[in-house]
């Protein structure tokens, strides 16, 4: 396999996997309105590229369900889990229905980026799935330890995005069917998220 075909997001042999975006993390997340908006578009996006979408809650008895803000009643499946990993039975389940298997892609997004999105990405890339994170819809409590964990998924082979560029990923084309139903969705620029750059390496002396 390639390069240019390793990279390229084919909608159906990719899912998205939305973590535990809650009510009761609102107060705790600084940047939530933001991750709301952002995760907003992108699933407006899947849902017209027909990306097939999982939805995990944490413990939701105390933590809530999934802000009423965010669109997930096209989602496959919306499981309550207690362990940290989405992969979690009925995820897996869900995945093997779905594909007939697993899935090439996955594209990973939620909270909180240095907990349960790390050890998602952990299982995803040990089950040989390629692993994206969208960098722009991913937040702690704490913005150091969402970036500390983006790094060190980067080092370990996952593709780091924002939620723009998985979407034109998609698209490919202007000249794609879907681009009169994305274009407005992309009108408006994503909202800032306070990523820090790639770690740049010391000069050598």
């Known amino acids: 396999m390639g390069k240019a075909s390793l990279y390229r997001l084919v909608p159906d042999k990719t899912v998205f996997l939305l973590c535990d975006i809650q009510e009761k993390f609102r ?3 600084p940047l939530i309105d933001s991750l709301i908006k952002n995760t907003a578009k992108l699933l407006a996006a899947g849902k017209v590229f027909q990306v ?14 999934t ?15 207690t ?5 979690v039975d009925p995820v897996r389940k869900s995945m093997a229905d ?12 939620g909270m909180e980026t240095h907990v349960c999105i790390e ?14 994170l969208v960098a722009d819809c991913c937040a702690s409590r704490i913005n150091q330890d969402r970036d500390l964990a ?23 084309d202007k000249n794609h069917k879907a681009f009169k139903q994305i274009a407005p969705l992309v009108k408006d620029a994503s ?15």
């Open 67 to 81: 802000v009423c803000e965010l669109d997930i009643e096209h989602a496959c499946l919306k499981v309550a889990k």
């Open 119 to 132: 050890q998602t990405a952990f299982d995803l890339l040990n089950e040989k799935i390629d692993v994206w």
């Open 52 to 65: 097939p979408l999982l939805v995990t809650e944490q413990y939701p008895e105390r933590l809530g369900k």
């Open 98 to 109: 779905i594909y007939g298997g697993k899935p090439k892609t996955a594209v990973l997004f």
């Open 27 to 29: 107060p705790a997340i």
């Open 191 to 205: 909202a800032d998220m306070q990523l820090w750059g790639p770690t740049k390496m010391a000069p050598k002396k």
């Open 150 to 172: 983006l790094e060190r998924l980067r080092h370990i082979g996952c593709n780091i995005a924002s939620s723009e560029s998985i979407i034109f990923n998609l698209l490919g």
């Open 83 to 87: 362990r940290f990993s989405m992969l």
